[in-house]
């Protein structure tokens, strides 16, 4: 994990909720979960606070170590290294999401002088970006590991069916990374630059 994502895991287990931040704002009652709700038609809020505050970033700094060790590794054989380094820019793109969402958290805490509630709009805007970005850069990881196992049959004698079954682990593993992890940057952009102003718009705009 890089020094930003040190810092984040470091504040995740310091610091968890943050202390004066009311319950409704982490835990909003139904009628009240526009834009924090967590069912079908928003997923992200629940997973940030159950999986990644209250579990307090364990799981998110095991992954992001395995992808790193993946990273660093030769995996392929130099085959996947330009997939090993867009799967380093992913991982560098995913922790900056977190780092933004995790400010815009503690921002939003009013025991602190500055802070301002409404911030905690901003976190509910960005969590189910988060999820889908963590999502897509499982699934790179997953893929690429796989295609690295594949090039090692290819390396060996197998049948043809099982080449060109291999030789598909590798090119879909490739399309991927080179398709989908670049898109990241993109949703790191929008995350660090998120406002609240759609929460202020008067429900008769719609």
Not at 5 to 20: E, K, Q
Not at 88 to 96: F, I, T
Not at 153 to 176: I, M, N, P, Q, R
Request: avoid cysteine; charge should be positive; aromatic fraction near 6%.
């Amino acid at each position: 994990m890089g020094a930003a994502g040190h810092r984040v895991a470091a504040d995740v287990r310091r610091l968890g909720v943050p202390a004066g931040l009311p319950h409704r704002a982490v835990r909003p009652r139904r009628q009240d979960r526009h834009p924090l709700r967590g069912h079908h038609g928003d997923p992200g809020p629940g997973p940030f606070f159950r999986k990644i505050v209250k579990n307090k970033g364990a799981a998110l700094g095991y992954l992001a170590g395995e992808i790193e060790g993946f990273v660093k590794s030769e995996a392929g054989n130099g085959r996947l290294k330009v997939e090993r380094e867009l799967l380093a820019k992913g991982l560098e793109d995913a922790q900056a999401i977190i780092g933004a969402t995790f400010t815009d958290l503690m921002s939003a805490n009013p025991a602190d002088e500055k802070g301002d509630i409404k911030n905690i709009y901003k976190v509910g805007l960005n969590t189910t970006r988060l999820v889908y970005v963590l999502g897509d850069l499982t699934i790179a990881w997953l893929l690429l590991r796989g295609a690295e196992v594949a090039l090692q049959k290819l390396g060996t004698d197998v049948s043809a069916a099982d080449k060109a079954f291999y030789e598909g682990k590798v090119a879909a593993a490739s399309f991927f990374a080179r398709n989908i992890l670049p898109l990241m940057a993109g949703e790191r952009a929008i995350a660090e630059n998120i406002d609240a102003s759609i929460m202020e718009l008067d429900e008769a705009a719609f």
